[in-house]
């Protein structure tokens, strides 16, 4: 083993050309704790996964494709030599792991951290001179099933129109050639630096991503940063500062400032500021911060509530050898409150009706394990908070209620229960198939539900798992009408598992799993695994299913059925979905901002399909014109901005106002889905009423209140 990590870097060597002259990456080498945790992880997948897998040849070759692909997925960095050097080993992971030897995956991330630094530095060189547009001659976009390059003469040639393609956007922004230059420069340094920044942390996470992905695609390792990231994203809170920070120019820079959290009660940081250098407590030393990586600023900026952090601050827009300022701030509980449930009310005006249909957005189903184990009675809990929501809609006396799952990903399967629960009541909300065949159903036991009203659900391809439990069982109680997209198609259950704990480690070296334990089913038998929740009525969207989804992985479990459980269904929903759908197609039809998207998708499908950009700057400016006016078209309609144009920019190259100003832009852009939602639920509400008339017509108007 030990030699064919030789032979490689001397192949490297003798290959690279253009960064003869740039000092190369650091050399990772993989630590004793990691060698013992990829041991632990196989032995426990091997046993006690749903599925479980075995770990031998077979499996080390998807491990192998799969890691490969995470490092280089478009094909533009390694070259055939480097591909068919990796493959000698293809099926050797598997006893390289049972012996604890992890040189075979350090090997080809050192390979591609010497092949980032070569090409970049490449992708510089060109900078230096000027590119013609006006020939024909196109660029490849769509690489992930190209072949590897077969020579480094081939991959220059790659390298130069994919220079040349970022020229030629920036170009179309409106820059002018200095700018340009400067911009790119600037761009491939930074992914250049990038490289000499990696840890053996890093090159073990990505490969255990790719190990545990290849026993099936929701089974997850997570390394130290990634496990308090995941339970953070479930506890929806930290003990820090409260400021969203972001890497721009090797400077760590505040974005955002939490309210109510430290930061931004002290009066003393601002948007813009960039932290130099981070101190613990009153009297520690300060430790310089500029070129840190992120992760590692945010790991020393947190830390336990009630102790103190000092700041190093260089002023937002002030030079490099401004006078800098030391502040100390107290850090404390921060909540993260853009993830919870949130809701509002819109007034669908149907006929001479106008309907209130109160939208819950939930962009995830959030709960504090660690509270709720300890007995706490106010742990954060997406349920409980969507309860509160429903409360407040009462109050506002709606119509009917909406639940806007798009892109919620899912979360908490005990949640997911609950949360049915406030609609349904008491009764089976899901089925639980475990590896031994053992089906229990899992019921919410509210005596009653907290709305009982008209109720819908909006999905979209991004809705997975808790997401899907809950559309499908209120699609299967006949309890709301689906709308939207079909959903992710996520049919399985994970549980984490502390490897450190199994092993009774004394301290934290070994992280955890997201193992698959089991299969859920819909309480009528059938399963959303692999087929995800058909909407009663679909509306467009722009995921491509064959990229995004779970028919996307190739080592997906199939769709199944078993015996429906005993549940009675309660609403009517399927006999009014005719007349919805003839409302839906009536409506839509004559609304111009739901058809401009229509355009829209079809578009970036015909682009998706095409799979190359034109280099020729005629036929660009020709495509972008069109582009523009479309935007520009539908702001003058909706009186709003026009945040559609191109500037070829990449987040952190604008200036900080200038991003924070397209995201705002973006997110208050009219949300067409949303509204065609609320008026379908507003139609749907008119039927139940008899009003027949008012639900035959067009939703007139939609006002965010």
């Known amino acids: 083993?030990?030699?064919?990590?030789?032979?490689?870097?001397?192949?490297?060597?003798?290959?690279?050309?253009?960064?003869?002259?740039?000092?190369?990456?650091?050399?990772?080498?993989?630590?004793?704790?990691?060698?013992?945790?990829?041991?632990?992880?196989?032995?426990?997948?091997?046993?006690?996964?749903?599925?479980?897998?075995?770990?031998?040849?077979?499996?080390?070759?998807?491990?192998?494709?799969?890691?490969?692909?995470?490092?280089?997925?478009?094909?533009?960095?390694?070259?055939?030599?480097?591909?068919?050097?990796?493959?000698?080993?293809?099926?050797?992971?598997?006893?390289?792991?049972?012996?604890?030897?992890?040189?075979?995956?350090?090997?080809?991330?050192?390979?591609?951290?010497?092949?980032?630094?070569?090409?970049?530095?490449?992708?510089?060189?060109?900078?230096?001179?000027?590119?013609?547009?006006?020939?024909?001659?196109?660029?490849?976009?769509?690489?992930?099933?190209?072949?590897?390059?077969?020579?480094?003469?081939?991959?220059?040639?790659?390298?130069?129109?994919?220079?040349?393609?970022?020229?030629?956007?920036?170009?179309?922004?409106?820059?002018?050639?200095?700018?340009?230059?400067?911009?790119?420069?600037?761009?491939?340094?930074?992914?250049?630096?990038?490289?000499?920044?990696?840890?053996?942390?890093?090159?073990?996470?990505?490969?255990?991503?790719?190990?545990?992905?290849?026993?099936?695609?929701?089974?997850?390792?997570?390394?130290?940063?990634?496990?308090?990231?995941?339970?953070?994203?479930?506890?929806?809170?930290?003990?820090?500062?409260?400021?969203?920070?972001?890497?721009?120019?090797?400077?760590?820079?505040?974005?955002?400032?939490?309210?109510?959290?430290?930061?931004?009660l002290s009066g003393k940081l601002a948007v813009g500021d960039r932290i130099t250098g981070v101190g613990q407590g009153k009297n520690g030393p300060i430790?310089?911060?500029?070129?840190?990586?992120?992760?590692?600023?945010?790991?020393?900026?947190?830390?336990?509530?009630?102790?103190?952090?000092?700041?190093?601050?260089?002023?937002?827009?002030?030079?490099?050898?401004?006078?800098?300022?030391?502040?100390?701030?107290?850090?404390?509980?921060?909540?993260?409150?853009?993830?919870?449930?949130?809701?509002?009310?819109?007034?669908?005006?149907?006929?001479?009706?106008?309907?209130?249909?109160?939208?819950?957005?939930?962009?995830?189903?959030?709960?504090?394990?660690?509270?709720?184990?300890?007995?706490?009675?106010?742990?954060?809990?997406?349920?409980?908070?969507?309860?509160?929501?429903?409360?407040?809609?009462k109050q506002e006396n709606v119509d009917s209620v909406l639940m806007d799952l798009r892109n919620n990903g899912g979360g908490s399967l005990d949640e997911a229960i609950d949360l049915t629960g406030l609609f349904i009541g008491k009764g089976p909300v899901v089925q639980q198939r475990r590896s031994d065949g053992k089906i229990e159903v899992k019921s919410s036991d509210l005596a009653e539900p907290v709305w009982a009203g008209p109720m819908g659900v909006l999905i979209n391809r991004g809705s997975a798992s808790a997401s899907e439990i809950f559309a499908a069982a209120i699609q299967d109680y006949g309890r709301g009408v689906i709308v939207g997209e079909p959903s992710f198609g996520k049919g399985t259950v994970q549980t984490v598992v502390d490897l450190d704990q199994m092993v009774h480690n004394s301290k934290p070296e070994y992280g955890e799993l997201k193992v698959t334990i089991a299969q859920f089913f819909r309480v009528n038998g059938g399963t959303t695994q692999l087929r995800g929740v058909t909407p009663d009525i679909t509306l467009p969207g722009l995921s491509d299913p064959e990229s995004f989804g779970e028919t996307s992985y190739d080592n997906a479990l199939p769709w199944a059925e078993i015996k429906p459980a005993k549940y009675a269904p309660e609403g009517n929903v399927a006999a009014l979905l005719p007349a919805l759908q003839s409302r839906h197609d009536a409506r839509v039809k004559g609304d111009p901002d739901f058809q401009r998207l229509v355009k829209d998708i079809a578009d970036l499908k015909a682009q998706r399909e095409k799979g190359i950009v034109s280099l020729n700057e005629a036929e660009r400016r020709k495509e972008a014109a069109a582009r523009e006016k479309r935007f520009k078209d539908r702001a003058q309609a909706s009186d709003g901005d026009n945040p559609g144009g191109d500037d070829g920019l990449e987040s952190g190259e604008r200036s900080l106002s200038a991003d924070i100003a397209l995201e705002n832009a973006r997110k208050n852009a009219k949300d067409v889905l949303l509204d065609e939602a609320a008026a379908i639920l507003a139609d749907e509400v008119g039927l139940h009423d008899g009003d027949l008339n008012a639900a035959t017509k067009p939703a007139a108007k939609t006002d965010a209140k």
């Open 287 to 393: 430790k310089e911060v500029v070129g840190t990586r992120l992760d590692e600023v945010v790991q020393m900026i947190r830390g336990k509530k009630g102790s103190v952090v000092r700041l190093d601050i260089l002023p937002a827009d002030a030079g490099a050898d401004a006078t800098h300022r030391v502040i100390s701030l107290v850090r404390d509980k921060i909540s993260l409150d853009k993830q919870a449930a949130r809701n509002t009310v819109l007034s669908v005006k149907s006929g001479d009706t106008e309907r209130k249909i109160g939208i819950i957005t939930l962009p995830v189903f959030y709960e504090d394990f660690e509270a709720k184990g300890k007995g706490d009675k106010d742990y954060k809990s997406a349920s409980r908070d969507v309860a509160k929501l429903l409360g407040e809609l």
């Open 1 to 264: 083993m030990r030699i064919a990590y030789v032979f490689l870097g001397a192949f490297l060597a003798i290959v690279q050309s253009a960064s003869a002259e740039v000092a190369s990456p650091p050399v990772l080498a993989p630590l004793e704790r990691q060698a013992e945790a990829a041991q632990l992880s196989a032995q426990f997948l091997s046993r006690y996964s749903y599925k479980p897998v075995p770990l031998d040849d077979a499996l080390s070759a998807r491990v192998m494709d799969g890691f490969i692909k995470s490092l280089d997925p478009d094909r533009m960095l390694f070259l055939q030599a480097d591909i068919d050097k990796f493959m000698a080993e293809r099926s050797e992971i598997d006893d390289a792991i049972e012996r604890k030897d992890l040189q075979i995956p350090f090997a080809i991330f050192n390979a591609y951290e010497q092949r980032v630094v070569d090409r970049m530095t490449y992708a510089r060189s060109l900078l230096k001179q000027n590119f013609d547009f006006s020939g024909q001659e196109n660029y490849s976009v769509l690489r992930e099933k190209a072949p590897w390059p077969q020579s480094q003469a081939e991959s220059d040639e790659l390298w130069r129109k994919r220079v040349k393609s970022d020229w030629l956007r920036l170009k179309l922004g409106g820059k002018a050639d200095a700018a340009i230059r400067d911009t790119l420069d600037k761009r491939y340094e930074n992914t250049l630096e990038r490289a000499y920044k990696f840890k053996s942390d890093d090159v073990f996470q990505s490969f255990m991503d790719a190990y545990s992905n290849a026993i099936d695609p929701h089974t997850d390792y997570f390394g130290a940063a990634a496990s308090a990231d995941f339970d953070v994203s479930m506890k929806l809170s930290l003990f820090g500062i409260g400021a969203v920070l972001q890497e721009r120019d090797d400077y760590t820079t505040i974005r955002e400032l939490v309210p109510g959290g430290p930061a931004q």
